[in-house]
């Protein structure tokens, strides 16, 4: 009887080495999924940030030549306009 529980109580501290073992294994796990993912995280919100930027570079390209655009045509309208007086 003493034999089978030596064996029993063995076995049980072998599994709870196991139980242990897995345990901090899957804690690990844990830890580097939780890094990727707030690296993650980060690497997308930098991603927008340079969206963002790139939006906001091709605005201000855009809105002066709008701008341009409509100087040259008020001034296209004035040099017709001051054309059509004096040959009037």
């Known amino acids: 009887m003493e034999s089978f529980l030596t064996t029993c109580h ?16 899957l804690n690990e796990f844990q830890n580097i999924l939780q890094t990727t993912k707030e690296s993650l995280e980060e690497d997308n ?21 709008k701008e341009f655009q409509s100087t040259l045509s008020k001034l296209g309208k004035e040099i017709d306009r001051k054309f059509k007086q004096d040959v009037s």
């Not at 939006?55 to 030549?65: E, G, M, N």
């Open 10 to 25: 063995e076995l049980t501290k072998k599994q709870q080495v196991m139980h242990d073992t897995i345990f901090d294994k």
């Open 45 to 65: 919100s930098l991603q927008k940030m340079l969206t963002i930027q790139e939006h906001a570079k091709k605005l201000q390209f855009q809105r002066p030549q």
